[in-house]
């Protein structure tokens, strides 16, 4: 049994995995379940895996610290949605006190505060035309909602125009719609597509998107699937700007603002995939405010509600909203959930939207992302490295290949920091709140994983750390 462990100052930390039992209730908090997870199925991972699972059992600021006590910076920020990190005491605050009020009453017959004041603070969030927001539970069903409102858009006004032009390296969720808007080689699906969908690759590896003319390269190929298709325009274009689950790359500057110009020449709806980029994340509010280009419609979750409570939303104009007045079924939206627009997790998104304001956290992201940024570029002479980049709070550098990616996560984590593999490239986004010392544990993780982890592939030598 997990009692005692130490933090990574070498202090003793107390597991809170102990046995002990609630004296109010009486009930055992001690897990059940303690060393053996097999009644757990977790999705995305091999259910053959032979490395454990990390059991991550609390989390303070930007630590978390596992069932043994070992501390970690939390290099992924959970899953890139713990924006304001763990346990701030103004969003379990807004939490608790939403809870006990209304916890939730579902928005297809009625309307509640918590809703209503967010849909309100993202319209001047976002400013402009984008002043309708519909709220979901995830990225992916504000994906998924963002899609089937351009598409319906099109029918409720007499147009058969169903196509979608996305990235092949894009990634927009996980339901079968979503997996059908990507080309990565793990998540297309056997499914039948739900709409035609237009996949323009990246115009060579992700240092390509470096190149000068990478931006035209990229617009020339969206110029040529909008205009040039058989099936004539599309309804929908739908970028992220700066690609996730596509190895950390930031679309090349002047390509939204392209792309934007390409949308209005000939009609096309761009939808921006802000859902993880958005809140701060690149050292902006939102991703496309880099390029000055203002999507027609926007779908944000992870950082909206902090990671906290599930949430999403679909942002768009009182034009496309009008158009659904002539949806021949309801006249409206053909889509929701029972917990869409949650009141527990309206209230917590517009805590965590103060959070971002009072704490300064945006301005904080773009301080902190440039010196993560400018670490991870001085790891570009290594050769175990092929190519670094990010924006903000995103830092990616490319290996040899995924092996090499892996073996560097389990490397950092062995030094303290949690980071993501993707394909070849290891991620570092860590919740907006890390310090220069929080940045610097990460840059040490990294130094310590190049020399430790064995380059035998690309034949390099090493002088141990
Ligand atoms: C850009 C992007 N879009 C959509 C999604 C899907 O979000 P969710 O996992 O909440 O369904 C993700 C999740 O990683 C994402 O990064």
Not at 143 to 158: K, L, M, N, Y
Request: proline share 7%.
């Amino acid at each position: 049994m997990r009692s005692t462990g130490t933090d990574a100052n070498g202090t003793a930390t107390r597991s809170p995995w102990r046995p002990s039992s609630d004296a109010s209730t009486g009930w055992s908090t001690t897990p059940q379940d303690d060393g053996d997870d097999s009644r757990l199925w977790r999705g995305w991972s091999p259910v053959g895996a032979t490395t454990p699972p990390i059991r991550i059992a609390r989390g303070a600021g930007y630590h978390v610290w596992d069932a043994d006590g070992q501390r970690y910076v939390d290099g992924v920020a959970s899953a890139l949605n713990a924006i304001c990190g763990y346990g701030h005491p103004r969003l379990v605050a807004a939490m608790t006190a939403q809870a006990e009020r209304l916890h939730h009453f579902e928005l297809m017959s009625g309307v509640h505060a918590p809703a209503t004041r967010l849909a309100d603070r993202l319209s001047r969030l976002f400013g402009g035309e984008l002043t309708r927001t519909v709220f979901v539970n995830s990225g992916s069903e504000a994906i998924e909602a963002a899609v089937r409102i351009a598409v319906d858009h099109w029918a409720s006004r007499g147009s058969g125009r169903r196509r979608v032009v996305t990235l092949a390296a894009g990634y927009h969720g996980s339901t079968a719609l979503c997996q059908s808007l990507s080309g990565l080689p793990h998540m297309r699906n056997e499914y039948a597509d739900p709409l035609p969908v237009t996949r323009i690759p990246l115009p060579g590896p992700p240092s390509a998107l470096d190149e000068p003319g990478a931006a035209q390269a990229l617009l020339a190929a969206f110029e040529e699937a909008v205009t040039g298709h058989p099936d004539g325009p599309p309804a929908a274009v739908l970028v992220e700007p700066v690609l996730n689950v596509g190895g950390g790359s930031p679309l090349p500057a002047g390509f939204l603002t392209g792309l934007r110009e390409l949308c209005d020449r000939t009609g096309t709806l761009f939808i921006a995939d802000e859902v993880f980029t958005g809140f701060g994340r690149t050292g902006r509010m939102f991703g496309f405010q880099h390029d000055g280009a203002v999507p027609d419609i926007v779908a944000t979750s992870k950082g909206l509600a902090g990671g906290y409570v599930p949430i999403g939303a679909v942002t768009t104009t009182a034009a496309v909203v009008e158009a659904f007045r002539a949806e021949p079924v309801l006249g409206g939206l053909r889509y929701g959930h029972t917990t869409s627009g949650h009141a527990v997790a309206c209230a917590t998104a517009l805590a965590v939207l103060d959070v971002l304001e009072d704490e300064r956290l945006v301005q904080r992201a773009a301080e902190m992302g440039a010196r993560l940024v400018d670490g991870f570029r001085a790891f570009g002479g290594d050769p175990a490295v092929r190519h670094a980049r990010g924006r903000g709070l995103v830092a990616a550098l490319e290996l040899h290949g995924p092996a090499e990616a892996e073996a560097m996560v389990r490397a950092a984590a062995r030094h303290g920091a949690l980071l993501r593999a993707q394909g070849a490239a290891v991620m570092a986004m860590p919740p907006l709140t890390i310090d220069a010392a929080g940045v610097d544990a990460l840059l040490d993780a990294i130094r310590h994983g190049l020399a430790e982890t064995a380059p035998a592939s690309v034949g390099v030598e090493r002088t141990p750390a």
